[in-house]
């Protein structure tokens, strides 16, 4: 999924997710809320587009048990969207003004999504506008493309949560057609990321290499040799834009600097709530 879950520390009582074929149960109560917010946004003419595990079922045609919906919109659009769920009898909150807010009906919820947990990547337009047009739990919407989850989904790879395997098997699934002009626009200035995660998806298939073109493999690797080549030491630490909690030692008392905080507080689309809320939930 988009990085709905970047920041959040699984229980250790929740099972790990097991990719299948098989469409994983949905009881009534969150098809409810899920339709709720989906007709709420729809309504309200609020632009926005499916991410999360009903996307990447919609590339790969693989499943995932999931405890909620994913959804991108931008940052602007967030306070008509809680002023709409709210109406609507929806519990609303700003989990993080980076990125996230949550809608709430009953114990299922709903993810509204701006950007990356470290600010790296911020929903537009463009991503919208992009998205594809679908059905998801018997509404039509739109669900985002392939080159967005894949940029979105490379900086997941925190010692709690890896979505390594979603990025290999979007690939795998939708590499021949990929728009990789649009992948790399996406990720520079951290191109690095995009070949770990390339070498990542040819160790895991190694037959199948070719789907990704050889301008990328030959562009990626020649700018890795030539930094090789030429080193920079006056480049800044990046460990903490990947896990903050694995990276802490480095800043707290190896004196190297902080970008993820630094990226989050620049960040210039911080989330704003509606008016008012009935109430925050963890």
């Given amino acids: 999924m988009l990085a709905a879950s970047q920041d959040r520390m699984p229980s250790g009582d929740s099972p790990l997710p097991v990719s299948s074929s098989t469409p994983p149960p949905l009881i009534p109560a969150a098809l409810e809320c899920y339709r709720g917010v989906l007709d709420s946004l729809t309504e309200a003419g609020i632009p926005y587009a499916i991410a999360g595990a009903y996307a990447l079922h919609m590339h790969t045609g693989i499943w995932r048990a999931t405890k909620d919906l994913d959804i991108v919109l931008e940052a602007k659009s967030v306070p008509a969207a809680l002023r709409r769920l709210q ?52 509404r039509p919407c739109r669900v985002l493309n392939v080159e967005e989850m894949i940029a979105s989904k490379i900086f997941i790879c925190r010692r709690e949560r890896f979505d390594g395997a979603d990025v290999a098997h979007l690939i795998r699934a939708c590499g021949a057609r990929l728009d990789w002009a649009r992948v790399q626009q996406l990720i520079e200035p951290h191109w690095e990321m995009l070949l770990w995660s390339l070498l990542f998806f040819s160790y895991a298939y190694p037959a199948h290499t070719a789907l990704v073109p050889a301008s990328i493999w030959n562009g990626l690797l020649y700018r890795l040799q030539d930094n090789l080549r030429h080193p920079r030491s006056d480049q800044l630490f990046r460990g903490t834009l990947i ?8 800043v707290a008392e190896w004196g190297e600097h902080d970008l993820y905080t630094e990226y989050r507080e620049r960040h210039p689309f911080l989330l704003e709530a509606a008016e008012s809320t009935k109430g925050k939930r963890k």
């Fill in 87 to 138: 109406d609507a009898g929806f519990e609303t909150h700003i989990e993080d003004p980076v990125w996230l807010a949550k809608a709430f009906r009953g114990d299922h919820f709903v993810d509204l999504i701006t950007a990356l947990g470290n600010a790296l990547l911020i929903i537009d337009a463009s991503w919208i506008e992009r998205a594809i047009p679908h059905e998801v739990l018997g």
């Fill in 243 to 250: 896990d903050p909690n694995m990276f802490a030692i480095d």
